[in-house]
């Protein structure tokens, strides 16, 4: 059996293990965690001991524990570059709909943050909709095979409109709706209880798309004001890493959106706009994309990137959907 599959074998029997399978933790233990809302192995591993003892009813030594034995059995220790390599080239990649986008993110979404930045109609929650389509579509068609999970801050889940672009990314499938699981969150309570239900569907139900539109909205409302900023950013990292969370557990594909704010003092060569949520959602992020309208068309610009040069790309939104367009450059 070949490295690759040893790790694989690894990951299936991890999947599959009960929380009574690692040593140390009982049925009474258990079923403690289950109420806690943690019923793998792997959401065990990820967890901090501080934010267990809050959720459970474990004693400080037991939390502790049981959080050491998970990460021994879940997560992998240390690794080579070269071995990370080969893993990221087996990680999954999930078409945009448009080769435009596509060829500026090098291939598709990957897992981790995708933060798609941008004012009100620049596209943000239509790429966000046809997203929820593509993940559906097999493998060799850039898809996932996989379904989608939806948290709603502002009633754009619209499924009239995801018909249409079923139809125009090709999607055959009659059942396509039945494949988007859609959370309304109504405060920023609820949105944390959103993931929370999210990860038992990545589990369960074969999502391999989290969207949260948009990310900052409620947050935003609920601390207005300086005098709460502090509160409001503190939330706002553990609902970021929460998501970091879940991507890294789960190779989930994560795509976030955010508003901006206008920049009192404009800035020559800098863009009199800023995300919302500062350094937290920025460092958060593994990939950011700013979106702007420009003679009837979308800019997708990528701005942050571990791994991706900056530029641009160009795309038009339609009845079918997002799709190409040529660029300013190529016309001129």
Known sequence: MSEDEEESEKERMVEEADLEDLSGIGPS???????????????????????????????????????????????????????????????????????????????????????LIGAYGTGKTQICLQLCMTVQLTKNRGGLDGAAFYVDTEDTLKPERLEQIAKGVGLEDDRALDKVFGFRAVNTDHQFEGLRIAQEYVREKGVKLLIVDSLTAHFRNEYPGRENLVVRQQRLNAFMHQLLRMASLYDLIVVVT?????????????????????????????????????????????????????????????EKGVEDVVSEDSES
Not at 306 to 316: D, E, F, I, L
């Open 29 to 115: 233990t258990a079923e403690k965690l289950r109420r806690a809302g943690i019923s793998s192995v792997r959401d065990l591993a990820a967890i901090p001991v501080k934010e267990l003892l809050a959720m459970s009813e474990l004693g400080e030594g037991k939390a502790e524990e049981a959080t050491k034995r998970a990460r021994e059995a879940a997560l992998p220790k240390v690794f080579t570059a070269r071995e990370y390599l080969e893993r990221r080239r087996n990680m999954p990649r999930l078409t945009t709909g448009t080769k435009n986008l596509d060829e500026l993110l090098g291939g598709g979404l990957e897992p981790g943050i995708t933060e």
């Open 258 to 318: 955010n508003q901006i704010l206008d920049v009192p003092e404009v800035i020559p060569g800098v863009r009199p706009f800023k995300p919302v949520g500062g350094n937290v959602v920025a460092h958060g992020s593994t990939f950011r994309l700013w979106l702007e309208r420009t003679k009837g068309r979308t800019r997708v610009t990528v701005i942050d990137s571990p791994k991706h040069p900056r530029g641009s790309a160009y795309v038009a939104l339609t």
